[in-house]
Nanobody, 121 residues
Framework: QVRLQESGGGLVQPGGSLRLSCAAS????????MGWFRQAPGKQRGLVAT???????NYADSVKGRFTIARDNAKNTVYLQMNNLKPEDTAVYYC???????????????WGQGTQVTVSS
């Protein structure tokens, strides 16, 4: 079955950088989209960045110019390079993928378990 696993979260000072990684594994026919969402305590999960292929990316206004999403299709992996981090970026970051599986060519959304990013001095 399809699984997503994130890594790269941690504690960083304001202005610092982190790179998150998320690898998809399992019976994958194709990955239609990958991205990152985040959720701060007491708030709804919101979009950070997505990559839907064909050069199409989307970023939340709050991270434009600071975060960059990239996909390595050969490795079924998505990255989020986060620069100039701010305290308001503190959240649990979740990897997302929309995947067509080998079994019956079924489309589903998949989520990682989340990785904590804390920006604090």
């Amino acid at each position: 079955q399809v699984r997503l696993q994130e890594s790269g979260g941690g504690l960083v000072q304001p202005g610092g950088s982190l790179r998150l990684s998320c690898a998809a594994s399992g019976s994958i026919f194709s990955i239609n989209a990958m991205g990152w969402f985040r959720q701060a305590p007491g708030k709804q999960r919101g979009l950070v960045a997505t990559d839907t292929g064909g050069g199409k990316t989307n970023y939340a206004d709050s991270v434009k110019g600071r975060f960059t999403i990239a996909r390595d299709n050969a490795k079924n992996t998505v990255y989020l390079q986060m620069n100039n981090l701010k305290p308001e970026d503190t959240a649990v970051y979740y990897c997302y993928a929309h995947i067509t599986s080998d079994y019956g060519r079924i489309n589903n959304n998949y989520w990682g378990q989340g990785t904590q990013v804390t920006v604090s001095s």
